[in-house]
């Protein structure tokens, strides 16, 4: 047995966006993680993606996004087409539409660009100062999982490649972000799935370009009769070109084909004609051979577990890898907190599996789907606009109904994870008439939707949905509805909170008796905060005359008197927007990646904590509530 | 005559608030600037001021917002009331109001607190980054504008006071802003005057507190038997208090009246019963007798000019010492480079004192008034409510009408300029029937508002208002209203400016055959920016089928697309909030400190041309237009 010294909560190989997102987390939420990456220096150039919408409010939730917006990144808020004119007279532009059309409901209507170097040291800066040193360059040789220690089952194998210098350690859990060629992977067994056996040879460039072509500034997908390219705008005026080199559709395919900037830059300037382009400089160029794959499996033993490109590999135009990676890694974080924290019981970890191979199979076929809808035809205007109307309508047609999807997809909105423990749905063995509210857009799986509202104990305008960080917590938001109609409901809803048996009891903090003073999130429970949001003007809210325990929660006690431009004739925009009835009111659960859980009705009497009780009991590892949960 | 190396455009003493960002401006724009302070290090703790909601604007055109926010300020949206209650009983809270209610039109509504030291330290960043060098400890031991280099008047005697070696140097300008104090001032023989003949001593002190005050971090003016507090919040748990120890009105007063931190504590603790209050920690304490005093005259010759605390001194609790600095500084800054690009007469800069000294007037009459208005009562719910609906309407009652005009002075947005060649009204010596358009809701001499529209370079959701940086610019915003109705008075429009005595034609830029493929905001002249605004979907509007001298701000053109929640039936947000019709359009020309210049109706013909020929020709070196401006 390795020495105590030797042993960790996680060792993570490899400092990607699934690693550090991961790394990042539980490094802040007390964990003793070991991190190690096989390059000598962070990403120095090039492999930028696209940051999309959805990734940038993950990013602000961990307090990142400031750090983001200082890279000044370029933003596309548009997709343009350009296709062939007839008889060789070069392209025109026939169509476009915004990436994040306002059906759907974000405050980042757009996909930032910048350079992966950057992002990675934005968290890298922040994994250091959460205690976590990433060791480089370190590679894994061997792990198993020896189950000889039940608390740090996991031995692990690791190499200095600058000494040779192996050290063994043990852990309880070992998560691989190693890329697509992952050793954990292969020593596993596991194999990759090809939804479409086609596979590309990419190339792209990075530069500063001259050019009078209009949309240069733009994301577009061109198709010429001398081949096709896509255009991303960059920071710094420069400008990323996606070229495909070869596909194994081609009669003469060869992964290894390859070809030189100049020869990328020669077929750049037939596709753009007749617009000129001249590059200043070139910054990067890299060509690369990719298949779109998922792995079979993302863990074998709910010990040894795998992210990101490990487990999936896309196109590079999907712009996908490092969105789905940060979702994989923030998905992982907090259940392995759940569990590691005596809350919930081991077997939810496999849900990590279940929820993001399906949503990683999801894109893959969407991928796929998207190219050859949009082949065909982009979408014309009037389309575009049915499509801004509402999210859901049974009357359009199909091909409006995938632009929307396509839109979800490419914004990160369309991450919608199916019913399961955490997503409450008629048959989850929580059982309670009070579950599901109707007239709510909340779905459970899906994000939960932005809205404004006042704080009160600073009377700042703040955005409700990021007023708890990503600290592993879940979020429960008690839209309060009217202060006097529901004044008992409250009442009632704190004193059964109150009670023994409760969630909030149960799961309360062992530290309770010294939290401090300045404690924002988590006076009762590291696993809970509870905020309130009261369908009133800030001045109609006497705090002072609301139960204690919450109370307790000042810094999250709301007045819901914003306007919001999306319902403009709403007295109380938060609730009629999400579509609470803003005298009734409703409770929402949202997860610790601000997935929505489950929608509960606020009512007199037990019921409503009744409710939470049974929904947090069908994972606890305690037993909640004043009776049994059905299913044990 | 001092060697050509010791010849500087401008000497600017003092690095506080006013010589900062006078410094950074200038330098930016590529001025020789010789800067000096007499502290050995920047300010280190303590002497916060707020930053308003217009100086939040003013920094963010200065690309400074982001650095401001990463301080992470406490921001103030609300004041309470606090009084006592009858019989000795302590104090409860009478009233509150939005620091800035929702009929000011900002997107910063708050007032943001932060050490000034911190922001001191990000201009001092910029300022070393474009190439000036702030020289420590160094003080101005004597100046003389002897004339006798027409160029370079000033002769400055400067003292290094770690080494009492003294350097002589040559300057167009020489600027104090050394403070209260000034050297320049005292020298000058210009003499203070007080609007308010009373005096005052204040305690200040900054700390970490416990308390069940439930408005702690609200800001609060608390009257009680036992005194009167003003309670701040600030950053990282802080918060500061404001005490009054004496006022030249007590029948024992003295400027040399002082008071301990633990008395202060002491009286502090007397007046929040019944709450509780205990120290943590106290970060700065200090205690200072102030007077409101204005400068008679900010500059005697137009070569040595002051600004900031050199001019005009306040009581803290106005929160106005670094906000009323920032304006006098960019006041100066655009009209010194004006004269010295050789666009605009030297008298102009006789306007910097009758702008400044004007606001700072009303500014130190308006804290008197304000102050006696709420001793006697803050105002009720229903008159903040009526305060709501508009910013100007005759039939409301004085203590609204003072309750809005406090509202706009604490925001910053009560600065509003009288008429003069700057600021056009009927007055104005250019005439053309076309100045000035019915139902436009902009006033010369009052900031531009704020509005978001599609930039369509890049389709890019953008702050109209923000697009052009503060880089001394004119900034002429062409609201074109119909793309189609408009189509013949924007190529006259075009036309008319590419004639050899327009404006933008005689200030042509001497280096345009070279001006760079990047350049955003100046490609024909560096002392104005043509932005396009036409009310169109973005969709709608085909840029190539403009004129070419409006394509080469291709960077400026812009779809009027974007809902904004106070129009919210409007179909065209930005023209018909600020009133104008969405068909006919209408052109502003706002000043490099972003304050509206005039008005001007977009027509067919030369009409619209002629009449922006006349307003510049009115301060211009060369004549402009065809005819002679009527008061040559």
Redesign the interface.
């Known amino acids: 047995m390795a020495p105590p010294d030797n042993r960790y909560d996680i060792v993570i190989v490899g400092a990607g966006p699934v690693g550090i997102l991961l790394s990042l987390c539980l490094s802040r939420w007390g964990y003793k993680v070991k991190h190690i990456d096989n390059r000598p220096v962070p990403t120095a150039t090039g492999r930028a993606d696209g940051i999309q919408p959805r990734s940038i409010e993950i990013l602000r939730n961990l307090g990142l996004k ?1 750090a983001l ?2 890279c000044e990144p ?5 997709v343009a087409f350009w296709d062939p004119l007839p008889g060789g007279k070069g392209i025109h532009r026939t169509g ?1 539409w ?1 990436s994040c059309p306002r059906f759907i409901d974000t405050r980042y ?2 996909t930032a660009l910048v350079h992966q170097g950057k992002i990675e040291k934005m968290f890298l800066d922040e994994i250091e100062k959460a205690g976590t040193h990433i060791q480089r360059p370190w590679t894994i040789v061997d792990f198993n999982n020896t189950g000889k220690d039940e608390t740090y089952p996991v031995e692990v194998s690791l190499k200095c490649l600058d000494t040779n210098v192996i050290e063994n350690v043990r852990a309880k859990y070992l998560f691989s972000g190693e890329g697509a060629r992952s050793f954990v992977r292969q020593k596993l067994g596991i194999e990759m799935t090809y939804k479409d056996q086609i596979s590309f040879v990419w190339g792209v460039m990075d530069g500063v370009v ?1 050019t009078n072509f ?1 949309d240069i ?2 994301k577009c997908t061109i198709h010429s009769d001398s081949g096709s390219i896509m255009v991303i ?1 960059r920071e710094d ?1 420069m400008v990323r070109l996606y070229v495909q080199i070869a596909s194994s559709t081609d009669p003469d395919w060869s992964p290894r084909k390859t070809a030189t900037a100049e020869e990328v830059q020669e077929v750049a300037k037939k596709i753009l004609q007749p617009y000129s382009i001249e590059w200043d400089r070139v910054e990067w160029y890299s060509v690369y051979p990719i298949g779109q794959g998922i792995s079979e499996k993302y863990t074998l033993d709910h010990r040894v577990f795998m992210g990101g490109d490990a487990c999936h590999t896309h196109s590079p135009k999907a712009g996908q890898g490092m969105n789905t990676a940060f979702h994989d890694a923030l998905n992982f974080a907090w259940k392995l907190h759940a569990v590691e924290s005596g809350f919930a019981r081991r077997s939810i970890l496999e849900s990590y599996e279940t929820e993001r191979k399906q949503i990683a199979e999801n894109l893959l076929s969407f991928d796929n789907k998207y190219a050859s809808l949009f082949s065909k035809r982009p979408p014309t ?1 009037e389309e575009v606009g049915n499509a801004r109307s509402s999210a859901v309508n049974a009357e359009e047609d199909d091909f409006v109904k995938t632009f929307k999807s396509s839109c979800e997809f490419t914004s990160g909105y369309g991450v919608a994870y199916e019913p399961n423990l955490f997503n409450w749905s008629p048959s989850h063995p929580a059982t309670s008439p009070l579950f599901s509210i109707d007239g709510v857009k909340l779905t459970p799986g899906r994000v939960f939707t932005p809205s404004s509202v ?1 704080r009160l ?5 703040v955005h409700l949905e990021q007023e708890v960080p990503a600290n592993g917590s879940f979020r429960i938001f008690v839209f309060a509805g009217s202060p006097v109609k529901n004044k008992k409901a409250i009442e009632d809803f704190a004193l059964n909170l109150e009670k023994e048996k409760s969630f909030l009891s149960v799961y309360r903090r062992l530290d309770i008796n010294n939290v401090s ?2 404690e924002r999130h988590n006076p009762h429970s590291k696993l809970f905060t509870i905020s309130v949001i009261f369908a009133a003007d ?2 109609a809210v006497d ?2 005359s609301l139960p204690q325990i919450i109370k307790d929660y000042h810094h999250h006690i709301y007045a819901d008197d914003i ?3 999306r319902v ?2 709403a007295k109380f925009s938060a609730h009629e927007k999400l579509g609470f009835d803003p005298e009734q009111g409703g409770v929402v659960v949202v997860r610790p990646d601000s997935h929505v859980a489950c929608t509960v009705q606020l009512v007199e009497g037990s019921g409503t904590v009744d409710a939470l009780n049974a929904y947090f009991g069908s994972f606890s590892t305690s037993q909640l509530g004043q009776t049994s949960p059905s299913h044990l």
Chains 1, 2 share one sequence.
């Open positions: 400031r917006m200082a370029a933003k596309v808020f548009d476009n915004p209507p757009f001259r209009p500034q733009t705008p005026n205007a006042t104990s600073d009377a700042n305008f003073y300045f800030k001045n705090i002072q306007p919001d431009v403009p004739n």
